[in-house]
């Protein structure tokens, strides 16, 4: 039989109680909480092959912005674009398709 620890040893292999800290709010929630919400200005679907994009033109309190979706399997991802940056941004997209030699089909 092995040996029992004593009551000092014992007190160190107690399990600690885990630290919660406070919950904080995102500004998202806190936005959707007081009523305020992004306003859609334009908003196009589409499908391609077993994606979905959701592409949103929407403004907010901090102004206007570009939001691209896509989902697919059950996952959805998000970019978001600044109005201010939306030329810059499609200007990128099309010089790399051009690039490329041809635009796909």
């Known amino acids: 039989m092995p040996?029992?620890?004593?009551?000092?040893a014992r007190s160190s292999l107690r399990k600690?109680?885990?630290i919660f800290l406070p919950f904080r709010r995102?500004?998202?929630?806190?936005?959707?909480?007081?009523g305020k919400m992004?306003?859609?200005?334009?908003?196009?679907e589409l499908q391609i092959e077993r994606k979905h994009f959701y592409v949103e033109f929407r403004e907010n309190e901090r102004g206007k912005f570009?939001?691209?979706?896509?989902?697919?399997?059950?996952?959805?991802n998000t970019i978001i674009v600044p109005s201010t940056g939306v030329g810059?941004?499609?200007a990128?997209?099309?010089d790399v398709l051009s690039n490329n030699g041809s635009?796909?089909?």
């Open 66 to 76: 570009l939001r691209i979706t896509e989902e697919a399997h059950g996952r959805r």
């Open 88 to 90: 810059d941004f499609t």
């Open 3 to 8: 040996p029992q620890p004593g009551p000092a």
């Open 26 to 34: 995102s500004r998202a929630v806190k936005l959707q909480a007081s």
């Open 16 to 18: 600690k109680p885990p």
């Open 38 to 44: 992004d306003n859609i200005i334009e908003a196009k």
């Open 103 to 105: 635009t796909p089909s």
């Open 92 to 94: 990128a997209i099309s």
